[in-house]
């Protein structure tokens, strides 16, 4: 026994000897070409290596300059993690390949790339400088092909639902509910009798509510709070349980209602709700808004929603002192005049460019499309007001183009940018080219 290990511990060293050695950053360290930085405390080679697509079983402590900045060893649940291609030179999954089951190591990592290339974050923005490392303290458990490991899931998801089933018959039989079971399987129980109409489809309800688990854990409430909780019934924005128990309310009616799991969440935890999870709700009908109401308030706040628009933009422009225009109502103040070409149609206009609200909000800019973005003139491909402003540059010239909304997006909401929004772009016009 005391042969094999020894035989595994020199396997292990010659492999690692294909690395870089010892390194004076951090002493004890070997060092990759990648630049992660390694040192193996159990070493077997003779278990099990994973393969790319392979999913990991890990325990995993992570410490930033030797502060605990996560501990995944400490949960109750089960951490598995799948083995990819690096994201980018010495990460974790450079480091998750290096090891066998039974393993445990730790490795530093550049903290500013796993910032950025794992959580999208912006490294100085969350306090970490270009010189950081992570350190994880990794070590590997089990195994799985992936194949395994689906299949576990599913005899897990199996599992899961048959006791969640088992559950609520149980409380059912336990609390003498006698009521019949919708064909969802969900209970409407009657507490108060409401002297209204119900809703119907297309109609805004507004609630209130208590959820709790079967046992008895509150998950959520709004009878102590002043805001209600309100959505318009048919368009998906709730549960099931609660698009198929609404309808079946009067107005002022008070329901206890259960509702099992895949009328519910379904697999997906939410908040403090567990996938699986079983639901006992407490609701009253508070009020009703049709359809017609729903449509005339939704009227009255883009009147309002515009009448701001087109305030703020001129506020905007007396403010900053902008004063030329076109004939579209495209504002703009060159910074930078030169006497470069001025890009014709059918010209290719070669651009850097910030995009952002009246009030400074981001939108966007050519960084995050390679540093430059080219936009042929004449195609109408981009914003009317971009177009028309950078057919009015010249090569080198710099300057702000403040978008009214009519020449933006417009009176309707486009992904993330709400209707009637004004736009500003500062914009540089690199080069013309031909094609």
Known sequence: MKKHFVISALVCLSVMMLFTGCTQKYPGYKK?????????HNCNTSATQPKLTDFLKIEMKCYLHDSLYYDWQGTQHQVYTQLQDPIFAGDLQEAYAMMHVGDSASFYVKADSIAALYYDQDPNAVGLAPEDYFRYEVKLV??????EFQANVEKMKESMKIEAKRALDEYVVNNNINVTPEPSGVYIIPIEKGKGRCPVKGEKVELDFSATLLN???????????????????EGYTIQGWEEIVPKMHLGDRVKAIIPFDMAYGEHSVGEIPAYANLVYDIKLLKITTA??????AERALKALKEESERAFFDYLKVNNITDYTASGLFFAKSLVTEGAQPQKGQTARIKFDASYLDGTPLGDSEQLGGQYDLVIGEGKVLKGLEEG?????????ARFVLPYTLAYGANPYGNIPAYSNLVFDVELLDVLDK
Do not use: I, N, W
């Not at 089990?142 to 194949?147: A, D, M, S």
């Not at 017609?292 to 308030?297: D, V």
């Open 32 to 40: 990759t070409q990648s630049g992660m930085y390694y040192k193996f």
């Open 292 to 297: 017609a109401e729903l449509h005339a308030e």
């Open 216 to 234: 008895g854990q509150p998950v959520g409430s709004t009878f102590d709070s002043p805001e209600k909780f309100s959505f318009v019934l048919g």
């Open 142 to 147: 089990e195994v799985q092909t992936e194949e």
């Open 390 to 398: 950078v057919s009015l540059m010249r090569v080198g010239e710099k």
